[in-house]
């Protein structure tokens, strides 16, 4: 079992930054993946990074790669998502989420651990 517990949303300007943070708990991570995904109100959930926990090895979805960037902290056990740039269009509620496995999915139903949210806003 891992228990994920997000924080960081908010609203921001387009343009702007934010930092989302997800604090993991549960057995050992280094068998662990984790990724971040988002879905807006009239969409389903997509796939936005990913990071291989032991290795560090991060992946993104083509619409945030150069601007958004996931990493982890060991010692604190969290997860970031900073996001540079940020466009109306990265409007969505942003789920952190994990699974045991050392390749990263995109696949969200690859992942059978989930945060709460966060809403992340985006005004032009």
């Known amino acids: 079992q891992v228990q994920l517990v997000e924080s960081g949303g908010g609203l921001v300007q387009a343009g702007g930054s934010l930092r989302l943070s997800c604090a993991a708990s549960?057995?050992?991570?280094?068998?662990?993946?984790m990724g971040w995904f988002r879905q807006a109100p009239v969409k389903a959930r997509e796939f936005v990074a990913a990071?291989?926990?032991?290795?560090?090895?991060?992946y993104y979805a083509d619409s945030v790669k150069g601007r958004f960037t996931i990493s982890r902290d060991n010692a604190k056990n969290t997860v970031y998502l900073q996001m540079n740039s940020l466009k109306p269009e990265d409007t969505a509620v942003y789920y952190c989420?994990?699974?045991?496995?050392?390749?990263?999915?995109?696949?969200?139903?690859?992942?059978?651990?989930w945060g709460q949210g966060t809403q992340v806003t985006v005004s032009s």
């Open positions: 989420a994990a699974r045991y496995g050392s390749q990263w999915r995109r696949a969200k139903d690859e992942y059978p651990y």
């Open positions: 549960g057995r050992t991570f280094s068998g662990v993946s």
């Open positions: 990071i291989v926990w032991s290795e560090g090895s991060t």
